[in-house]
């Protein structure tokens, strides 16, 4: 049975639009004719993007989105489709990032960090999955994270989360085999972004020398949003009857020597 092709219209949907990966993602694909859904609780952040990409040319929508919501997500997703169309592409990137010694960290603040980077996205999959089954066609990107494969002192209960993203992943995977549905996972290394930036300083030195104690920092190069953004465009517009799984996406470590043609 041949694949249904993508439709010249494909609308989309973005967790986390309102700044970092997410923000990059959404201009990224409203330059490339995608009409865009920027969703995320700073939705006033969403309005002032969906506002630049419709000054230039672009179709974009700002939606107001509590992923730890299950309603919140419910009518994140009725409003962008209202407004664009069914939805063929979510991202859901949504999340921050609260760090601590595991023995310090409370099960509330852990699982806070479980609730909004896990079980938030699954709750963004469980929204617009069923109708892009029905449809039998339509990309989910989850933005995973390296900490899954390498995890990182501070950072316990991220690690979980995002590691758990990783068992989601390879089991919607299979599930949505034959459905005509992709399900794909990007893993950014270290990305100058939003999140954490609200951290003390005393924290993130402890924290940074742990990482370079066990050899987790080998260099000082950080991924910018608009190199995770290019990777996502690149899994939604593989072409159908191929399946971009996962992709790891990381900083290029310093040049240690002069180009021969400098």
Not at 44 to 67: F, M, R, S
Not at 131 to 152: K, N, Q, W
Not at 163 to 188: H, N
Request: contains cysteine; charged residues 20%; glycine residues 10%.
């Amino acid at each position: 049975m041949a694949f249904i092709p993508h439709p010249d219209r494909r609308p989309v949907l973005i967790a986390g639009a309102s700044s970092g990966i997410g923000a990059a993602t959404a201009e990224y694909l409203a330059d490339a004719g995608y009409p865009v859904a920027l969703a995320a609780r700073r939705v006033d952040k969403c309005h002032e993007i969906a506002e630049k990409i419709t000054a230039n040319g672009g179709e974009a929508v700002a939606v107001p989105l509590d992923v730890t919501d299950e309603q919140s997500v419910v009518d994140c997703v009725a409003k962008a489709q209202a407004a664009l169309g069914p939805i063929e592409i979510a991202v859901s990137g949504a999340g921050d990032l609260a760090i601590g010694l595991s023995y310090e960290t409370s099960s509330d603040e852990f699982a806070s960090q479980v609730n909004i980077h896990l079980v938030g996205a699954h709750r963004i999959y469980r929204a617009v999955v069923p109708d892009m089954i029905e449809r039998g066609r339509g990309d989910f990107v989850f933005i995973g994270s390296d900490v899954a494969l390498h995890p990182r002192p501070w950072s316990s209960a991220y690690v979980a989360a995002k590691s758990g993203i990783d068992g989601l992943v390879a089991t919607v995977q299979l599930e949505l085999e034959g459905t005509g549905v992709r399900a794909s996972i990007i893993r950014p290394g270290q990305t100058i972004t939003g999140m954490g930036m609200n951290l003390d300083q005393k924290s993130t030195d402890a924290m940074l020398n742990d990482w370079i104690r066990h050899g987790l920092a080998r260099h000082g190069n950080f991924l910018a949003p608009e190199h995770l953004a290019q990777g996502i465009g690149a899994i939604v517009a593989m072409p159908r009857g191929a399946h971009m799984r996962v992709v790891e996406i990381e900083a290029e470590g310093a040049l240690t020597k002069k180009g021969t043609d400098a």
